[in-house]
């Protein structure tokens, strides 16, 4: 029994880990539309930036990390300016296409600042086993902890950003028309610029927990294919649903490769979540809190 809570949880804090990338791509949707395939390597840029200025310039990781949020807020601008406020009432195919041209840019400007090696990233988040845990037998680590925190503190600052707020409320009118938006006032490229920057801090809390976890290095950017099926399962345009969708994968997989692994010759792990996502692309598209698509002909 005591083995089995400790693959769960252990599946619970993976989960979490996912759901840290995919809330950037729910915040980018939810307030604009575009599905924003640079998502990971947003966050695999801000974890080499972090290290980068603490490494290179010998800043504090408290000033780094305040020095990286400045940078990816300039980076939001710098997208506002030259990509997408040419790309207003494009088509969503065109924009997802941006996007994809902007993975390769950061991928390449993160390369050529901070070089292509593996960097350790430490700023003193705390590592190693959960004490009181491990006392009763369950191993789980302090850094997974840590981030399934850092994501409960997020939900709840994001839900109250997107509902209480009146940027919030402006971010999701934008979502719904960007015309129409306009035509009350709306500043659509404030609007953007503040998504993509709310975005870029998201990012880099990914990257934190992950570059902690596993060093900075370039396959970090590939977490972003794992964190789709978080956002099938959670749906597109939900905040809680990206939690949620990711401790569902994060749990079903982990149990699955040490119960059903054996049987069928190991790697579950590696096709459980997309699996997972088809058989809910086929039953229920938008997501357990998608909102539902209706068209009218």
Do not use: C
């Not at 579950?268 to 699996?275: D, G, P, R, S, V």
């Amino acid at each position: 029994m005591l083995f089995f809570i400790e693959v769960a949880l252990s599946g619970l804090m993976a989960g979490v880990m996912y759901s840290l990338v995919a809330l950037g791509f729910v915040l980018i949707f939810k307030a604009s539309g575009i599905f924003n395939f640079a998502q990971g390597v947003m966050a695999l840029f801000a974890a080499l930036t972090l290290v980068g200025l603490m490494e290179k310039f010998g800043m504090p990781a408290w000033l780094a990390i305040i020095g990286t949020i400045a940078v990816m807020i300039a980076l939001a601008w710098l997208i506002e300016r030259v990509m997408l406020r040419h790309l207003v009432n494009q088509e969503p195919i065109i924009l997802f296409m941006a996007t994809i041209g902007l993975a390769y840019v950061l991928e390449g400007m993160g390369d050529i600042m901070w070089g292509s090696d593996v960097k350790v990233l430490d700023i003193g988040i705390p590592q190693g086993a959960w004490d009181w845990l491990w006392d009763q037998g369950i191993y789980i680590e302090k850094l997974e902890m840590f981030a399934a925190v850092t994501a409960a503190i997020l939900v709840v600052f994001l839900a109250i950003f997107f509902q209480k707020t009146r940027i919030g409320r402006a971010l999701r009118a934008v979502a719904d028309d960007h015309q129409a938006a306009l035509s009350v006032g709306i500043s659509l490229h404030t609007i953007w610029v503040v998504v993509w920057s709310v975005s870029g801090i998201v990012a880099l809390v990914a990257g934190i927990m992950w570059g902690s976890k596993s060093g900075v290095q370039f396959s970090l950017s590939l977490i972003a294919l794992k964190a789709l099926p978080v956002l099938i399962l959670g749906g597109f345009t939900s905040v809680p649903g990206a939690i949620i969708g990711g401790m569902i994968i994060g749990v079903g997989e982990k149990l699955a490769e040490v119960y059903f692994g054996p049987m069928v010759g190991g790697a579950i792990e590696n096709w459980f979540a997309y699996m997972l996502a088809l058989a809910f692309l086929l039953f229920r598209p938008q997501g357990l809190f998608g909102e539902k698509i209706i068209e009218r002909v």
